[in-house]
């Protein structure tokens, strides 16, 4: 590919329309943003799974008939706009996110990179191809059952399935929307961390969005504890390289300080089996199904018969599900309760682009055996590549952990892959005291996650008059920055909490950019730790430090 962004893309307009690509940004547009661009992605071009709103472009689902042109970003793309990059296009999938092989889209096929003859994994088959290619820096997928994981091992890049909630779904076309999550595909877990924090933004618009917070910080970095399938219930269907390649990578885990432990795979398994053989087909329908009925003959068969199989399952089936998954929920918390992370294979085999043709549902439904538990159970986890079939096609690991753990997967990640690891803020002895300022005030949005990490209010004040407060561009939700200043300074409202030396320590690990945790300074002349800003980031900022605090500035 040629080097520069904006060569790159002239090659990827020419290649519109087809099988990676449904629609790319004109390349006059493309250079404008481009040009435009500031922040700590500036230069960083990305793809969106065409299930995701991104503008200036129209967003399909891999079905051209339900096409229609978004009002506004999905927050994720946005968020990853305010920090510099730039979108290149939208890419196939699987219609409506319906599929875990590429090939169930109107545009045909989309190939492994490594092998042509073999699929590339889906739904999110164009996302990782683009990556993959080296045609994109990053991309954005979906992941309902594994979408996400799937065409990342395939190709041979590592996907990151964070915790539900994390990266807001809004402004995307549902498969489940319980389940659904946003992923992240780079070529490195390095570039993975440096998306993160511009991904993970809490959105109140978003019924399904959570605070992010992070949960057994330093697991990935030492020794651990890895679970896997009893040897019997392993399932490889017959494809002996497959079985391999898991036995190496497993020992390749142990090598670095992990101890495997067998357990009983048979609650995840049931759990897996509930999104396609339970009603949650019906959370399908209830997305696109009515819309099915209408357009059939314009749909993917092998995707319209599956929604459609979800219009009349009757709601005592919903509740008995329900019922049984949270038992299983249950038992997934007893085992992480005894072990650090789960590691079983992405796929156990793949398949030509030929065998799937000829048998689309069964082999696809392989292809989900060790994937769909994930999101049913609240699970993080990252897909991280583990060698290769004598073909060619990347084979791979799913690394999960309970939800918020997604620091430590990452971690391990690294440490699998060679990376090195970043270096973690040390966490002071005792009780912390913590300002803030704006989201996390009481009442406000992010107030959640103190309350998560068992923070008490430990006094309502103000900061010393040598600070001013802007409100922030392009934050989601809406932030305050705070400065502190040689002269005309104000004192500002603020409250301090009190939290432990680790929930302290678990707070400012997922403190986004461009917020920092700096030393402040409060009326009666003590200092506290406390939230700062990047200082880029107030030349688009409005001063607001006139009205004195975050609250008056929302009630203006």
Same mark, same amino acid.
């Given at each position: 590919?040629?080097?520069?962004?904006?060569?790159?893309?002239?090659?990827?307009?020419?290649?519109?329309?087809?099988?990676?690509?449904?629609?790319?940004?004109?390349?006059?547009?493309?250079?404008?943003?481009?040009?435009?661009?500031?922040?700590?992605?500036?230069?960083?071009?990305?793809?969106?799974?065409?299930?995701?709103?991104?503008?200036?472009?129209?967003?399909?689902?891999?079905?051209?008939?339900?096409?229609?042109?978004?009002?506004?970003?999905?927050?994720?793309?946005?968020?990853?706009?305010?920090?510099?990059?730039?979108?290149?296009?939208?890419?196939?999938?699987?219609?409506?996110?319906?599929?875990?092989?590429?090939?169930?889209?109107?545009?045909?096929?989309?190939?492994?990179?490594?092998?042509?003859?073999?699929?590339?994994?889906?739904?999110?088959?164009?996302?990782?191809?683009?990556?993959?290619?080296?045609?994109?820096?990053?991309?954005?997928?979906?992941?309902?059952?594994?979408?996400?994981?799937?065409?990342?091992?395939?190709?041979?890049?590592?996907?990151?399935?964070?915790?539900?909630?994390?990266?807001?779904?809004?402004?995307?076309?549902?498969?489940?929307?319980?389940?659904?999550?946003?992923?992240?595909?780079? /070529?490195?877990? #390095?570039?993975?961390?440096? &998306?993160?924090? @511009? *991904?993970?933004?809490? =959105? %109140?618009?978003?019924?399904?969005?959570?605070?992010?917070?992070?949960?057994?910080?330093?697991?990935?970095?030492?020794?651990?504890?890895?679970?896997?399938?009893?040897?019997?219930?392993?399932?490889?269907?017959?494809?002996?390289?497959?079985?391999?390649?898991?036995?190496?990578?497993?020992?390749?885990?142990?090598?670095?300080?992990?101890?495997?432990?067998?357990?009983?795979?048979?609650?995840?398994?049931?759990?897996?089996?509930?999104?396609?053989?339970?009603?949650?087909?019906?959370? /399908?329908?209830? #997305?696109?199904?009515?819309? &099915?009925?209408? @357009? *059939?003959?314009?749909? =993917? %068969?092998?995707?319209?018969?599956?929604?459609?199989?979800?219009?009349?399952?009757?709601?005592?089936?919903?509740?008995?599900?329900?019922?049984?998954?949270?038992?299983?929920?249950?038992?997934?918390?007893?085992?992480?309760?005894?072990?650090?992370?789960?590691?079983?294979?992405?796929?156990?085999?793949?398949?030509?682009?030929?065998?799937?043709?000829?048998?689309?549902?069964?082999?696809?439904?392989?292809?989900?055996?060790?994937?769909?538990?994930?999101?049913?159970?609240?699970?993080?986890?990252?897909?991280?590549?583990?060698?290769?079939?004598?073909?060619?096609?990347?084979?791979?690991?799913?690394?999960?952990?309970?939800?918020?753990?997604?620091?430590?997967?990452?971690?391990?990640?690294?440490?699998?892959?060679?990376?090195?690891?970043?270096?973690?803020?040390?966490?002071?002895?005792?009780?912390?005291?913590?300002?803030?300022?704006?989201?996390?005030?009481?009442?406000?949005?992010?107030?959640?996650?103190?309350?998560?990490?068992?923070?008490?209010?430990?006094?309502?004040?103000?900061?010393?008059?040598?600070?001013?407060?802007?409100?922030?561009?392009?934050?989601?939700?809406?932030?305050?920055?705070?400065?502190?200043?040689?002269?005309?300074?104000?004192?500002?409202?603020?409250?301090?909490?009190?939290?432990?030396?680790?929930?302290?320590?678990?707070?400012?690990?997922?403190?986004?950019?461009?917020?920092?945790?700096?030393?402040?300074?409060?009326?009666?002349?003590?200092?506290?730790?406390?939230?700062?800003?990047?200082?880029?980031?107030?030349?688009?900022?409005?001063?607001?430090?006139?009205?004195?605090?975050?609250?008056?500035?929302?009630?203006?």
């Amino acid at each position: 590919m040629p080097a520069s962004p904006a060569e790159r893309h002239a090659a990827l307009y020419a290649e519109r329309n087809g099988p990676v690509w449904i629609d790319v940004v004109s390349p006059e547009a493309f250079a404008t943003e481009l040009a435009a661009a500031t922040g700590p992605l500036a230069g960083k071009v990305f793809a969106v799974k065409d299930n995701i709103d991104a503008l200036p472009l129209p967003t399909t689902a891999g079905c051209p008939a339900y096409r229609y042109q978004p009002p506004e970003d999905n927050p994720v793309v946005a968020s990853l706009r305010a920090a510099g990059a730039v979108v290149a296009g939208k890419t196939t999938l699987d219609q409506f996110a319906t599929g875990l092989v590429g090939v169930r889209s109107p545009w045909g096929p989309c190939r492994n990179v490594l092998n042509p003859a073999y699929i590339s994994g889906g739904s999110s088959s164009g996302s990782a191809v683009a990556v993959a290619s080296g045609q994109v820096d990053f991309a954005l997928g979906t992941d309902t059952a594994g979408s996400g994981r799937v065409p990342c091992i395939l190709n041979g890049i590592v996907g990151y399935k964070p915790t539900k909630g994390v990266l807001s779904t809004r402004n995307a076309v549902p498969a489940c929307r319980s389940l659904d999550c946003i992923t992240l595909m780079a /070529r490195t877990v #390095a570039e993975l961390r440096e &998306l993160a924090p @511009h *991904a993970r933004r809490y =959105d %109140p618009q978003d019924p399904m969005s959570r605070p992010w917070h992070s949960v057994r910080d330093g697991r990935g970095q030492g020794t651990f504890t890895f679970a896997v399938p009893l040897p019997e219930q392993l399932q490889f269907f017959g494809d002996s390289e497959a079985a391999e390649l898991y036995a190496a990578a497993c020992d390749k885990l142990a090598s670095l300080g992990g101890t495997k432990i067998e357990i009983d795979y048979a609650p995840f398994a049931e759990a897996a089996a509930l999104l396609y053989q339970g009603p949650w087909v019906a959370e /399908r329908y209830a #997305a696109v199904g009515e819309w &099915l009925e209408e @357009h *059939a003959a314009e749909a =993917d %068969p092998t995707v319209a018969k599956i929604i459609l199989g979800g219009r009349d399952l009757k709601a005592s089936a919903v509740y008995r599900a329900a019922i049984r998954l949270a038992e299983l929920r249950r038992i997934s918390d007893e085992v992480f309760e005894k072990v650090d992370f789960l590691v079983v294979p992405t796929v156990p085999s793949v398949y030509t682009i030929a065998e799937v043709e000829a048998n689309p549902v069964e082999l696809n439904s392989r292809l989900g055996t060790y994937n769909n538990f994930v999101n049913l159970l609240d699970l993080a986890a990252v897909a991280v590549p583990a060698g290769h079939w004598s073909h060619g096609v990347g084979f791979g690991l799913n690394l999960v952990a309970p939800a918020f753990a997604d620091d430590s997967l990452l971690d391990l990640a690294a440490r699998f892959l060679g990376e090195p690891l970043p270096k973690r803020m040390a966490s002071p002895e005792g009780p912390v005291s913590l300002a803030v300022v704006g989201a996390h005030l009481h009442g406000q949005p992010l107030h959640g996650q103190l309350v998560q990490l068992g923070a008490t209010l430990q006094q309502r004040t103000t900061t010393a008059a040598a600070y001013k407060l802007y409100a922030l561009a392009n934050t989601q939700p809406a932030k305050p920055g705070l400065e502190r200043v040689k002269a005309d300074g104000s004192a500002i409202e603020i409250e301090v909490y009190t939290l432990s030396a680790e929930a302290f320590g678990r707070f400012t690990a997922g403190v986004p950019a461009p917020m920092t945790i700096g030393n402040l300074e409060l009326a009666d002349g003590t200092w506290v730790k406390g939230f700062m800003c990047e200082p880029y980031v107030l030349a688009d900022a409005t001063d607001i430090t006139s009205y004195g605090g975050w609250r008056a500035y929302l009630s203006r």
